[in-house]
């Protein structure tokens, strides 16, 4: 699991995503509190003929 501030899911959204992917998740923080949560749903076991594999 990674932390990210919204700031860096803005101006560098390629890393977080790409962080996500690695990490599994990602959860977007917004004044120390948190705002979002990124799954990467591969990982997750969610299949669904929108996602490639």
Do not use: C, F, H
């Not at 790409?18 to 509190?33: F, Y």
């Amino acid at each position: 699991m990674q932390a990210v501030k919204i700031r860096q899911l803005k101006y560098n959204p390629s890393t977080v995503l790409r962080a996500a992917r690695d990490d599994d998740l990602v959860v977007v923080m917004n004044r120390n509190q948190p705002e979002a949560l990124l799954v990467d749903l591969e990982a997750a076991g969610w299949n669904s003929p929108w996602v490639k594999s």
